[in-house]
């Protein structure tokens, strides 16, 4: 556990991150907020046992977003003057979304409810996505006069494409997590007591392969987003390399010879 608000839990392989604020939709950019996402995912990244994150919201919502009330009075978390509101964004903040960004195992996003605003842009930062049936999302920031400032802008039309992440960003519109799909926001929908079941499921699959090969797949995936073809094809030969060389392959290709299922150490 990090805290009562975010709550880390690790069994084996596999960790379940949980944002912890129910009774107020889950809301995201509180002080110190960019620090306990970075603590967890420094334990994550830590553990090399770890090979998958299941990430959700308590309750019924996944996260409503920034917090409005403060925002309006212009105290706690949106107080002070600009220049203390800028280092409060840096922080607390894009903190969480530097953090999660720099988890280095695969993760899985359980949205099991509404995911609006900020809380969109931490979903998008799930490599894999499935959705409640209940859930919604929507990048409305334009509604409360404001922009994208969390990352979204450089997220959402990587996932969605230009013209779908513009028409959410433009009209403020929110989408239903079927949309979500068709769209690509999202990979699976499946009923609201089904979601768990299915992302622990999901993860227990990505939980199967090699940690190491895990971690090196994330991160070529991750760096082809800003690189060159022709970097990434330098990266993966470097790194397709290393993992010639690690006990885990040889376990894979022995396993698929002698028709069983390979135990891999990552070593």
């Not at 953090?99 to 979903?123: F, R, T, Y």
């Not at 979204?152 to 079927?178: C, K, M, N």
């Not at 022709?230 to 376990?251: G, K, N």
Request: proline residues 4%.
């Amino acid at each position: 556990m990090i805290d009562d608000d975010l709550i880390l839990d690790i069994d084996g392989p596999l960790a379940r991150l949980t944002i912890n604020r129910p009774e107020s939709r889950n809301p995201l950019g509180h002080t110190g907020d960019g620090e306990r996402f970075a603590t967890a995912a420094a334990v994550i990244n830590a553990d090399k046992n770890l090979r998958c994150v299941i990430m959700t919201g308590a309750g019924k919502v996944f996260s409503a977003g920034g917090d409005l009330k403060s925002m309006r009075e212009r105290s706690g978390h949106f107080g002070g003057t600009p220049l203390e509101l800028r280092d409060h964004y840096r922080e607390s903040i894009h903190g969480i979304i530097r953090a999660l960004w720099n988890i280095e195992v695969p993760m899985v996003g359980a949205i099991n409810g509404p995911a609006i605003g900020l809380g969109n842009d931490v979903a998008s930062l799930a490599d894999v996505r499935i959705a409640a049936r209940s859930a919604k999302f929507g990048a409305t920031f334009l509604k409360l006069g404001l922009l994208p400032g969390d990352g979204g802008a450089w997220l959402l039309p990587r996932h969605i494409g230009w013209s779908r992440a513009a028409q959410l960003f433009f009209t403020g519109e929110v989408i239903d997590a079927a949309t979500a799909c068709e769209w690509g926001l999202v990979s699976e929908v499946v009923d609201d007591d089904a979601l768990m079941t299915r992302a622990e499921a999901l993860a227990a699959k990505i939980c199967e392969q090699p940690p190491q090969a895990l971690r090196m797949t994330k991160k070529l995936m991750r760096d082809g987003t800003m690189a060159s073809f022709d970097a990434v094809m330098e990266m993966s030969a470097a790194l397709q390399v290393t993992l010639q060389h690690t006990e885990d392959h040889m376990e894979a290709v022995n396993a698929f010879f002698e028709k069983r299922q390979p135990e891999f150490k990552g070593r």
